[in-house]
T-cell receptor, first 110, second 117 residues
C-alpha cells in the first residue's frame, strides 16, 4: 500500500489543550501537506511544508518534517471545539500526485 | 483560495445505471484535475489524474472502462461511474490544480456522495 500512516487514529482532548498528530510516509516527497475534513465534507488545505524545510508555523498550527525518518507532525495549540474534525497528511510526489495518510479523528470537548 | 465545485453533491441511483459527476474550477484554469474516492471512515484514495485535452492516467486497480473521465476544458472534468453497483457507493472528491502562481496547489471540491441501491 502507498498509504501513509497516521497516529493516533483518534484523539480526544479538552478545549485549550494542545493536539499533536503524527504522520509517516513511505516514498520520497516534494512536500508534505496537512488537510482538515469535517464529517461528510470536502478537504480544507491547512499548511504545506517543503522537503527542504524542517518546521513551519501558521497561526495555531505548527508542522515539523523529518525527511530522514519520513515523518511529520502537526501541532494545534490552544484547541477549540471548532477544531473537531479529521486531519490528514498527504505527501506530494511527481506529477503533483498526493498520497494521503489514514487520518486522525480529533475531538475537542468544550 | 480558489473555488472548486462539484455537482451533484449527493446522488442515489439504481444498480446498473450510470452516474456523471462534474468538477468545475470556478475562478482559475485547471490544467490538471484529480479524482479521489473515500469510503466511510477511511482516507482518500487517488483514482486518476486528468490533464486537459488528454487521456486520464488511472491508478493501479482502478478500471478505466468503469470510471470514465473527461477533462474537455480547463474548467471542467467529469467522472462517469458506468453500470454502478452497490460497492461503488462512496464519497467522490475532485481536486484541481493550475499551472503556476497562486494556483499551483490542489484545491478540493466539496465531494459527491454516491449511493447505489
Amino acid at each position: 500500500s502507498q498509504q501513509g500512516e497516521e497516529d493516533p487514529q483518534a484523539l480526544s482532548i479538552q478545549e485549550g489543550e494542545n493536539a499533536t498528530m503524527n504522520c509517516s510516509y513511505k516514498t520520497s516527497i516534494n512536500n508534505l501537506q496537512w488537510y482538515r475534513q469535517n464529517s461528510g465534507r470536502g478537504l480544507v488545505h491547512l499548511i504545506l511544508i517543503r522537503s527542504n524545510e524542517r518546521e513551519k508555523h501558521s497561526g495555531r498550527l505548527r508542522v515539523t518534517l523529518d525527511t530522514s525518518k519520513k515523518s511529520s507532525s502537526l501541532l494545534i495549540t490552544a484547541s477549540r471545539a471548532a477544531d473537531t474534525a479529521s486531519y490528514f497528511c498527504a505527501g506530494e510526489t511527481s506529477g503533483s500526485r498526493l498520497t494521503f495518510g489514514e487520518g486522525t479523528q480529533l475531538t475537542v470537548n468544550p | 483560495g480558489a473555488v472548486v465545485s462539484q455537482h451533484p453533491s449527493r446522488v442515489i441511483c439504481k444498480s446498473g445505471t450510470s452516474v456523471k459527476i462534474e468538477c468545475r474550477s470556478l475562478d482559475f484554469q485547471a490544467t490538471t484535475m484529480f479524482w479521489y474516492r473515500q469510503f466511510p471512515k477511511q482516507s482518500l484514495m487517488l483514482m486518476a489524474t486528468s490533464n486537459e485535452g488528454s487521456k486520464a492516467t488511472y491508478e493501479q486497480g482502478v478500471e478505466k472502462d468503469k470510471f470514465l473521465i473527461n477533462h474537455a476544458s480547463l474548467t471542467l472534468s467529469t467522472l462517469t461511474v458506468t453500470s454502478a453497483h452497490p460497492e461503488d457507493s462512496s464519497f467522490y472528491i475532485c481536486s484541481a490544480r493550475g499551472s503556476g502562481g497562486a494556483y499551483n496547489e490542489q484545491f478540493f471540491g466539496p465531494g459527491t456522495r454516491l449511493t447505489v441501491l
